[in-house]
């Protein structure tokens, strides 16, 4: 089966590398980035990486279910990524690299399956996520709609 093309973005972050890697594993910053969502993550090789939070039926839910596959603070992070209990995995590669005033965050997307219908909201999605992140990394706050 043929793969979808990897999703690209490239941010810089006015902060420095460990500050950018707390705002993408840290409890706080995802509860804010992903609206609610709990970050259950252990950043070893292997552990899980889980964003969950309360279902439509009131009991706890997975939105998004990974597998750490690697982990080097503050430079690179790389996880699997199936949307809730989809079959569907495809893989996450964030690169942080610092640049004299700021840091480069380079996110890769990857490893799609033709039919997965979590390309299309993905490729949607993570440019909102990446802005958030920038906004509260730089000011402490994100944009809140009326």
Do not use: C
Request: aromatic letters at 10%; proline letters at 7%.
């Amino acid at each position: 089966m043929a793969e979808q093309p990897p999703l690209r973005f490239v941010f810089y972050f006015a902060g420095p590398p460990d500050k950018v890697w707390q705002g993408f594993v840290s409890s706080e910053s995802n509860r804010i980035i992903f609206t609610g969502a709990e970050l259950e993550a252990d950043l070893k090789p292997g552990g899980l990486m889980n964003w969950v939070g309360t279902g439509t039926d009131g009991k706890r839910s997975i939105y998004v279910r990974g597998e750490v596959l690697q982990s080097e603070p503050p430079r690179l992070l790389q996880y699997t990524f199936a949307i809730g209990l989809s079959n569907k995995v495809s893989r996450v590669t964030i690169e942080l690299v610092p640049e004299s005033e700021a840091t480069r965050v380079s996110v890769t997307h990857d490893q799609w399956v033709e039919d997965d219908a979590a390309y299309a909201s993905s490729a949607d999605g993570w440019p909102r996520i990446l802005s958030r992140l920038k906004t509260l990394i730089e000011t402490g706050k994100t944009f809140k709609p009326h």
